[in-house]
């Protein structure tokens, strides 16, 4: 037997579009009652083209058939293929019924498989082909039959692939090899016995679906391992349109998946996808004459043309979008297929059976208001209403970020279909959510594509559009401009501690090249987008002001470190002018180094990293002490009443009342009101919480203001930050101050900025009630919080950078400055108070701001004389509330 005939190889290309004729409804991928279940059928030849069988009765006649066919204008892409494949059908229809003749072999089945069998073939396609036999033909026989069908074809220049096999054989080879099983699944019968090819066929369907469980874990492999070998479609100047990720072969693989039954993958622009790869593909051979699929350099301004398209970045463009659409349905296919395959397995059937576990599989866990963890995956509350609710989808999303989980895909499209629009500029809470997202870290890469896979990022961020899918012909550059901008977004994210705003480093991280989708220097095009973006987002004066800075001179430093001289003063000084200021400086570093880390490993070195050091130190020397002076610090009327009430009753006073976020919001409720408020109404964003706690008067009234020795001595911030982590409040922002109102004593003000992090508020009365407690020591505050981080250590969370504690020399005369940087846990503020009440010294005052995920902390202490602390003692100090904090 005619076994030196190599094995068929992996099917060129593929997708989810017709499958096998209806009439055999064992061979159709689709279930009959699927709702996506196509109604094409099979593929059949053009009636225009199958007419025309005369041409292509000798090798002569199908060459110059084919050769006007592939340069007829008039027929392109998809209608080109088929007219081709159809061409060839007849061709080899003549070929095997001339070869049956002059051997005397009947009862052969001619094949066609893979790419060809779904009648789909490319210019320079390669042909392959099946020769099913039953077994009794005579060896000799089948061997002359076989070359008197492979011959032609070679003769004609064509690639071929082919093998000789009985069904049984193909049916073993496709058990041994997945490629040969994938590429049985497009069989379709050219000549001979059809029935024999109609059953083969059916067989493989058959076959393919009972070793799926066994089979799709082997498929996802190799599409891995493809993937780590190509690399992404959609980021690569010179892709391969078949093997790297998002191309045909993934493509191939999801109606595999599909025709398991199993899983299906997302239709909405999957064909369409993968036609625009196959149009590219035919126009890339017919420029090049070679049988490629790398678009090369040289070749794309060609290929373009071939195409109708203004120039290659179009082209790269469009072949980008194609393949995040056939990547982002690869993803959601997969994860289906993990989640049926795990239900499938041995070891959930028996959890299942025990009692209680079926109800844990399904257990729908809260992670933000209106947004559950469910089976793996971010989706949204039975009781979310998008349409009432226009930050839900940026909560969703962060949340989903932060907790390292993939956002649901019918969550997604539900948020895209149904939610309200945000104003114009957006709420705080908006704001902070997009933060939140921005600094989750590297799993903020894949919920960003799945928001912008279902169009939710060109709404939120209109000018995001021009950047999308567009090239950097650069060499240097990894990414797209849009991934590029994530990925510094990401890279910034490590850096946050580094920054006294990591918020706005996050936000310019996102806009630093946001106006390469527009004519000239993208610097400047970009400041002004970035201008518009932040007041959309919802910053205000200086804040888009520091971030359209950040954007315009986001190049400034490693261009001036790597151009200039640093040791002419001018170069210096005009960064100075550019920049600013020692805040905008300590941002600019940081973005110049994400920047560089996003853009390649070519980017940033050693050198380079000394160099832009070298000139933000001899800046930072310029800018020193440019800054004006702060206003004093001043208490409200509502502080004051508050203080002077704490003082008269010798107990803590509390007040709650909505914190205003624009003109004409309502007036806050006077201090100590406990009236609940009407369920009617909306949470607001975030609520002001005053707290009025007496101190002892031995701490004298004129020592109050700068020695609040007593703060730590009854630890009321660390009472305070507890009780508000134990009711699960969300500490936005906080400052600390001690103040003498009536002279009677002093008294601690601390006024806080909070939300809570489910339902609703807890009652003022609650809460004024568990602080009494506390300061008295009958609130036991460390179990509590205990519990509550044994809960949350249960789930899965993304690595953040440790948390950083430095001393910020020079900020202050009176105090030593001790910062904190770290992520937004449960109870962090109460584990710093209680570091630094462990440590003995006074907290003049206390600064507090969460920024997305992070937060911020600058503590004023002084030691025991009320002096700040000696330099050696402040930074065991920063040491030590460090070592607590890891």
């Known amino acids: ?64 058939a084919r050769l006007r066919l592939l340069h007829d204008t008039h027929r ?34 001619l094949l066609a498989v893979g790419g060809y069998g779904r009648g789909e073939l490319s210019p320079r396609s390669d042909l392959d082909l099946v020769l099913v036999h039953d077994g009794d033909t005579d060896p000799t026989a089948l061997a002359a039959l076989a070359d008197r069908l492979w011959y032609p074809i070679w003769d004609l220049g064509l690639d071929l692939d082919h093998s000789v096999r009985t069904p049984a054989e193909a049916r073993r080879a496709a058990r041994e090899d997945l490629r040969v099983q994938l590429g049985l699944l497009d069989a379709r019968p050219l000549a001979g016995d059809r029935e024999r090819g109609e059953h083969l ?56 998946v599909a025709a398991s039954w199993l899983a299906d993958a997302p239709r909405d622009g999957l064909a369409d996808a993968r036609a625009r790869l196959l149009d590219v593909r035919d126009a890339l051979h017919l420029v090049t ?66 009692p209680g576990r079926n109800a844990a599989r399904t257990e729908r866990t809260p992670l933000a208001e209106g947004v559950v963890e469910h089976e793996g995956e971010v989706s949204l509350a039975r009781t979310a209403r998008p349409e009432r609710d226009p930050v839900l989808p940026l909560r ?96 910034a994210r490590a850096l946050t501690r580094r920054v ?46 520091t971030v359209a800075t950040l954007v315009r001179h ?66 930072a020397a310029v800018l020193a002490g440019e800054e004006e002076a702060g206003t004093p610090w001043e208490p409200s009327t509502e502080q004051e009443r508050l203080a002077v009430e704490a003082c008269r009753t010798g107990a803590p006073v509390l007040a709650l009342h909505p914190r205003p976020e624009r003109e004409g919001a309502p007036l806050p409720a006077a201090a100590g009101d406990t009236t609940p408020a009407d369920p009617s109404e909306p949470e607001p964003v975030g609520v002001e919480l005053l707290i009025a706690v007496p101190l002892p008067k ?56 909070v939300a809570a992090e489910y339902g609703s508020l807890p009652q003022a009365a609650r809460l004024r009630d568990d602080l009494v407690r506390a300061l008295e020591g009958t609130l036991d505050i460390e179990a509590r919080l205990a519990e509550r981080e044994r809960a949350y250590a249960r789930r899965r969370a993304v690595p953040a950078p440790p948390p950083r504690v430095t001393v910020a020399p020079g900020t202050s005369l009176r105090a030593t400055v001790i910062e904190v940087r770290a992520r937004d846990v449960h109870g962090l503020l109460h584990r710093i108070a209680r570091a630094l009440e462990a440590a003995g010294v006074t907290v003049h005052s206390a600064h507090v701001s969460t920024l997305g995920a992070d937060a911020v902390d600058a503590f004023y202490v002084t030691g025991a004389d009320g002096e700040p602390l000696p330099a050696a003692a402040a930074h065991q100090l920063a040491a030590a509330v460090e070592g607590a904090l890891r």
């Open 1 to 64: 037997m005619t076994e030196s005939l190599k094995d068929l190889k992996e099917p060129e290309d593929s997708g989810g579009q017709a499958g096998p004729p209806a009439q055999h409804p064992a061979t159709d991928p689709y279930p009959p009652d699927h709702p996506g279940r196509p109604v094409a059928r099979a593929f059949e030849p053009p009636k225009a083209v199958a007419s025309q069988a005369a041409p292509a009765d000798g090798p002569d006649g199908y060459a110059a």
């Open 76 to 109: 392109t892409g998809t209608e080109r293929r088929a007219a081709l494949a159809a061409l060839t059908d007849d061709w080899l229809a003549a070929l095997h019924a001339r070869a049956a003749t002059a051997t005397g072999v009947t009862g052969t089945t």
């Open 201 to 256: 066929r059916t067989t493989a369907y058959a076959d393919w679906r009972e070793s799926a469980l066994r089979r799709l874990p082997e498929l996802r492999e190799l599409g891995t391992e493809r993937a780590a070998r190509q690399g992404e479609l959609c980021f690569l100047l010179e892709p391969d349109l078949k093997e790297a990720r998002g191309g045909l072969r993934d493509a191939t693989a999801l109606r595999a």
């Open 289 to 354: 004459g070679r049988a490629t699929d790398r678009l090369a350099l040289q070749e794309q301004d060609q290929v373009a043309e071939a195409l109708g398209l203004l120039d290659a970045d179009v082209l790269l463009r469009q072949v980008y979008e194609a393949a995040r659409t056939i990547a982002y349905a690869g993803e959601v296919t997969w994860r289906e297929v993990g989640r049926v395959l795990r239900s499938r397995s041995p070891r959930p059937v028996l959890r299942a059976l025990l």
């Open 396 to 491: 969703a999303a962060a949340a989903a970020a932060q907790a390292g989980l993939p956002l649901s895909r019918p969550a997604l499209r539900h948020l895209a279909s149904t939610a309200a629009a945000l104003p114009t500029p957006w709420p705080a809470e908006a704001r902070e959510q997009f933060v939140t997202l921005l600094g989750a870290g590297s799993p903020t890469v894949a919920v960003w594509e799945a928001m912008e896979a279902e169009g939710l990022v060109s709404r939120l961020l209109p000018d995001w559009e021009r950047v999308r899918c567009r090239p950097q012909r650069n060499a240097v550059h990894r990414w797209t401009v849009d991934r590029h901008l994530v990925e510094t977004a990401v890279r």
């Open 500 to 545: 006294h705003r990591p918020d706005l480093l996050l936000v310019a991280a996102l806009l630093h090249d946001i106006g390469k989708g527009w004519p000239g220097d993208h610097s400047v095009a970009g400041e002004t987008i970035a201008r518009d973006t932040a007041t959309r987002i919802g910053f205000t004066g200086r804040d888009v002001d």
């Open 554 to 619: 986001h190049l400034l430093l490693v261009e001036t470190a790597t151009r200039r001289d640093l040791d002419d003063p001018e170069t210096v000084k005009a960064v100075a002018e550019a920049v600013g200021s020692p805040g905008t400086l300590e941002l600019l570093h940081a973005l110049t180094e994400a920047d560089a880390l996003a853009t390649g490993p070519a980017a940033w070195s050693a050198w380079r990293d000394s160099l832009v050091r070298d000139l933000v130190g001899r800046v």
């Open 698 to 753: 031995s701490a004298g009234p004129r020592a109050a203001a700068a020695r609040p020795a007593t703060a730590h001595a009854t630890g009321v911030l660390s009472a305070a930050a507890g009780v508000l982590a134990v009711h699960r409040l969300t500490v936005r922002a906080a400052d600390l101050r001690a103040v003498d109102p009536v002279g009677e004593g002093p008294v601690l003000l601390l006024t806080w900025r």
